[in-house]
């Protein structure tokens, strides 16, 4: 208790008293994330917003001195509990360090603080001619170092690629407040062991990112989307392989199956035909006469592929309505019931259709109701359970579903996740589809950067 009284006092001297949060209250609110677990196991000591680089080496240094746990928040949207504070510790909050601090044209890249937003680096580069792809569904309020840190991706990584293939430099505060570059301003890089890579994707637990260099784009001149419906999620899965074999390159070939159409339509009536068992949403972007010829091509292989209506987007209305309602399906599944859930496993292509065939299976098993969707371009998906979590028996058929879903993962080469993170909540599961080997490299790792355990500790393995 006089340690933790030490290190607030202390907070409160190397920040301002109004950036440190501990009253319960407030300490509760920022103990969860969009992970949605059915438990808070522990609150945050403090909450503290950081507002500049030198302050987060102050306080990462007294964490440091006091052993206490080091929690980065960026908007907490997270969906695996990757901001938990199960052991207590210091929320460091990023929502104050939110500048785009540099756009270049010439060099095609822009340097930014953790605290921005996704959508608003879009926004900003896009009116420049130029184009940030990685589109986690949450875009408008996700930030880009909580992408970075759980290397987000979205719809269109299946052309583009995701977070961890536009960052090019980052500045990183480490576990004993010193700060380290992992790369260069330039576009190419061969100097070295690539630690880039190393930091994304880590959610928090070998470094803090206080700066971002990420690589841009030429925005594509015209976009256009189309949604083709399907009487069997077999002919969609199919049509989806069969769109890539004619080595067409859509920027998203994202899926829904009946159960997550019709719940959007319920709750966010866009027009979608909810006696349709998928529908497929298909985007086609670059040169304008590119993507007529583009979705042509599509057009014919969809109708050949079975499709029982096709709709496109005509204007830009039209192309966000489509969108809109694919990207509100987690928050149309949250209205089924109390709680809501999501995943993104990913397998091979081939192997897709098993996947999401098996899914189903084991929700059905299970007396589970799931909304599937997901990026099936890249062979992911994302089963969306809801759930009340004060239903003992039905969270105890979830945890059944959930390990099964895992296993069927495993057995078709899959991985446990393509874009999401694995957190606190699926750290029991990683030795399904990662080897001892692999996750011994990973704690070595963690060590050298973190002796002391104190950035993010218990997350990932
Ligand atoms: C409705 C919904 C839809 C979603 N759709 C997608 C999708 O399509 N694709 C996808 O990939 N994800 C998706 N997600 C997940 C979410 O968008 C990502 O995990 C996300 O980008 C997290 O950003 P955040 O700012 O909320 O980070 P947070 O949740 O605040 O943090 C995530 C992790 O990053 C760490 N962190 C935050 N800032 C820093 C920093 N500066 N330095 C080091 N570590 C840091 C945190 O400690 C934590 O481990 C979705 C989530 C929701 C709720």
Known sequence: MLMKNNIISELKKTLTPQNVLTEQAERYAYAQDAANLPRIKGLPDAVVFVENIEQVQSV?????????????????????????????????????????????????????QPGVIVGELQKEVEELGLYYPP?????????????????????????????KDYVIDLLVVTADGKLLRTGASTIKNATGYNLNTLF??????????????????????????????????????????????????????????????Q??????????????????IIEVDGVEQAVDVQQKVILDILEKCGASKIQYSHNEEEYHKIWTARRSSMG???KLKPNVTTDDVIVPRKNLEALVLGIRKICAKYNLDVCMVGHVGDGSVHPQIPIDYSDKDEYRRFKLAKNEIYELTARLDG????????????????????NTEALNCMRTIKKVFDPNNILNPYKIF
């Open 415 to 434: 991985i446990l996740s393509g874009e999401h993170g694995i957190g606190s909540v699926k750290r029991e599961h990683i030795a399904k589809v990662v």
């Open 332 to 334: 149309a599944c949250a």
């Open 135 to 163: 589109d986690p569904s949450n875009l408008a309020v996700s930030t880009i170092g909580g992408s970075i840190a759980q290397s987000s991706g979205g719809a269109r990584t299946f052309k583009y690629g995701s977070t």
């Open 263 to 280: 719940t959007v339509e319920r709750f966010y009536p866009a027009g979608l035909l909810c006696d349709k068992e998928a529908a497929l």
């Open 200 to 261: 994304v994707g880590s959610e928090g637990t070998l470094g803090i990112v206080v700066e971002a260099t990420l690589k841009l784009i030429p925005k594509p001149e015209t976009v256009r989307v189309i949604m083709a419906y399907f009487d069997t999620v077999r002919e969609a899965v199919e049509t989806v392989n069969t769109i890539i074999e004619q080595k067409i390159y859509p920027s998203t070939l994202d899926f829904m199956d009946k159960n997550a159409i």
């Open 60 to 112: 990462v240094r007294l964490a440091n001195k006091y052993k206490t746990p080091i929690i980065c928040r960026g908007a907490g949207t997270n969906v695996v509990g990757a901001c938990s504070t199960d052991h207590g510790g210091i929320v460091l909050n990023f929502s104050k360090m939110n500048k785009i601090l540099e756009i270049s044209p010439e060099n095609m890249t822009a340097r930014v």
